[in-house]
T-cell receptor, first 111, second 113 residues
Framework: QKEVEQDPGPLSVPEGAIVSLNCTYSNSAFQYFMWYRQYSRKGPELLMY????GNKEDGRFTAQVDKSSKYISLFIRDSQPSDSATYLCAIPTGGGNKLTFGTGTQLKVEL | DSGVTQTPKHLITATGQRVTLRCSPRSGDLSVYWYQQSLDQGLQFLIQ???????AKGNILERFSAQQFPDLHSELNLSSLELGDSALYFCASSVGQAASPLHFGNGTRLTVT
């Protein structure tokens, strides 16, 4: 079983829709969870950083962690064409600060 | 702009050759990481350095090596290149060692022909 799994999509939604992106992880000991956004030909940029369970909100973005199910989600409200990108979940899984990434979900928001 | 600088942006070379990728971390960051991104494998962790010392190693081939210099910049050396080494190579940096968010550069696109 992979440490972090993510549905690769692609996902296509109309402008203004609520988007839900999800990852599952294997080890219940993981405590920190991150979401990155990657535009084409660019490096991943940090969107959200959460610790343990619960929700964290930042503007139109909400990160949710359900440790009992080992499930993390990123919600995007009022999605915009500029949100079209690949979204990657990431979890520190090893010694040092090794981040293990999901495979990424490609999102397209259409006008 | 993340503040992490990678050079060159693009590199085209032949099989069997050796190349060096360079990374300057964000000001104040002591940790540097190297990741490889290919279409079929996603983002794969290669290696981490903290203040000049190796801290963690991932799926890095023996043909690949890295180092972090006293001024904290890092270099990734790839030798005896194969077609399968064609990928995007990202450098990232963070302030600390554990559970610190990573800040990525825009990568070096390596094409091996």
């Amino acid at each position: 079983q992979k440490e972090v799994e993510q549905d690769p999509g692609p996902l296509s939604v109309p402008e203004g829709a609520i988007v839900s992106l999800n990852c599952t992880y294997s080890n219940s000991a993981f405590q920190y969870f991150m979401w990155y956004r990657q535009y084409s030909r660019k490096g991943p940029e940090l969107l959200m950083y959460t610790y343990s369970s619960g929700n964290k909100e930042d503007g139109r973005f909400t990160a949710q962690v359900d440790k009992s199910s080992k499930y993390i989600s990123l919600f995007i409200r009022d999605s915009q064409p500029s949100d079209s990108a690949t979204y990657l979940c990431a979890i520190p899984t090893g010694g040092g600060n090794k981040l293990t990434f999901g495979t990424g979900t490609q999102l397209k928001v259409e006008l | 702009d993340s503040g992490v600088t990678q050079t060159p942006k693009h590199l085209i070379t032949a099989t069997g050759q050796r190349v060096t990728l360079r990374c300057s971390p964000r000001s104040g960051d002591l940790s540097v990481y190297w990741y490889q991104q290919s279409l079929d494998q996603g983002l794969q962790f290669l290696i981490q350095y903290y203040n000049g010392e190796e801290r963690a190693k991932g799926n890095i081939l023996e043909r690949f090596s890295a180092q972090q210099f006293p001024d904290l910049h890092s270099e990734l050396n790839l030798s005896s290149l194969e077609l399968g080494d064609s990928a995007l190579y990202f450098c990232a940096s963070s302030v600390g060692q554990a559970a610190s968010p990573l800040h990525f550069g825009n990568g070096t696109r390596l094409t091996v022909t």
